[in-house]
């Protein structure tokens, strides 16, 4: 923090002076004596009164500067997805070799188990992580989640479009009430040297639900791999049970920003 203040010109400033004359001496006429040490005592005088003055100045002025303010450090999230500081740098690397894919998510996503997987219409989805994961009835939850796959289909727009609509609507089916899902279309990107398609589904719930979220957002991307289209999803759900605890969108452009095919 940087203090700044009027501090005006309190410590003083440069003295000057000019003598007028204290008498008026007549042409020619010696200046009395007694003038003489009357001038001197006075000057003497003077400079005791200005050294004082300036010694008060800066003692009073060292007096009033305020003393430093303790800075304090934010907390970080915990990887162990408790709540924590909103947009945490904190990253966690998670590598799908079979998808050709790796990318990052915050260190308070929960990373799925050995195995994990996420059947699709078209790929099946491995290299799980989820937010905020929580049990409501019996069923489990998250409030964002990612994976990443293959396919053999080598339009990128399709690919993304289909996997986009699919987890879309799987995800945000209530007693096998499908929702409304629009998709936008196709644009392409580019992480730094990774190239593909980015395709966004928006999906808001037909029937309400105690457990699931009403809405939510998935971003598919699709991009030419060594071994065929690899792919990758990011569901990002909104409102509902515990909507304080999905990711911020400086974290959500931060995963999509982090995807790589791998080298």
Not at 72 to 78: G, K, L
Request: proline letters at 5%; glycine letters at 12%; a positive charge.
């Amino acid at each position: 923090m940087t203090w700044s203040g009027d501090q005006g010109n309190r410590g003083g400033g440069e003295f000057t002076g000019a003598y007028g004359g204290l008498g008026v001496f007549g042409e020619g006429q010696p200046e009395p004596p007694k003038n003489r040490w009357r001038m001197a005592i006075i000057a003497a005088l003077s400079l005791v009164i200005v050294v004082g003055l300036v010694l008060v100045v800066v003692l009073l002025t060292r007096d009033e500067t305020p003393p430093p303010v303790a800075q304090t450090t934010p907390a970080t999230s915990s990887a162990s997805g408790g709540s924590g500081t909103a947009g945490s740098t904190a990253l966690q690397t998670i590598t799908n070799a079979e998808a050709g894919l790796t990318y990052k998510v915050p260190a308070n996503w929960e990373k799925g188990a050995e195995g994990m997987s996420r059947t699709t219409s078209g790929p099946i989805l491995r290299g799980m992580a989820a937010r905020h994961p929580y049990t409501c009835n019996s069923l489990q939850y998250t409030r964002a989640e990612v994976g990443s796959g293959r396919t053999d289909d080598n339009n990128l727009a399709r690919a993304a479009t289909e996997l986009a609509k699919n987890v879309a609507t799987r995800g945000y089916t209530v007693d096998k009430v499908e929702p409304k899902v629009t998709t936008n279309e196709p644009k392409n990107f580019d992480n730094a040297g990774t190239t593909g398609v980015l395709v966004v589904a928006n999906t808001t719930a037909a029937k309400t639900s105690e457990c699931n979220a009403p809405r939510g957002q998935v971003v598919a991307l699709a991009t030419k791999g060594a071994k065929g289209t690899s792919v990758f999803v990011l569901d990002v759900s909104y409102e509902g049970k515990f909507a304080d605890r999905g990711p911020t969108d400086a974290e959500v452009r931060q995963i999509l920003d982090s995807v790589r095919l791998v080298k």
